[in-house]
């Protein structure tokens, strides 16, 4: 099992989850976060620091954000397992369903 970042997250990139995971496991896509299932160690550390409750467990991902489970898996197909987030950088792509999501409006 892992945490997931649902749809709050989309054009927010906010940051702080990844400031407070343990393990480097949350990386940056061009307009989400992602986290690793592979290197996710399920501390759960991410979930309340997020501004917009974006981040749930795996079981717990809200219905209509059911495909952001996927999401956080796809977007790892090509990278594969780097060992950290911090030795990647910003990766400039998303995957569905954010890739092709509307710009999303936040509140500052």
């Known amino acids: 099992m892992t945490y997931v970042i649902a749809e709050p997250c989309v054009d927010l990139l906010d940051k702080a989850c990844i400031e407070e995971c343990?393990?480097?496991c949350i990386y940056e896509g061009g307009r989400m976060l992602y986290i690793h299932p592979d290197?996710?160690?399920?501390?759960?550390a991410c979930e309340p620091v997020c501004p917009v409750e974006a981040i749930y467990y795996e079981d717990d991902v809200p219905e209509q954000w059911a495909a952001y489970t996927k999401a956080n898996v796809d977007f790892f197909d090509e990278l594969g397992s780097p060992g950290g987030a911090s030795k990647v950088g910003k990766i400039d792509r998303d995957v569905e369903p954010a890739k092709s999501l509307p710009p999303q409006e936040h509140d500052e």
Do not use: K, M
Request: hydrophobic share 20%; with cysteine; charged share 35%.
């Open 39 to 44: 290197e996710c160690v399920d501390c759960g």
């Open 22 to 24: 343990p393990v480097d």
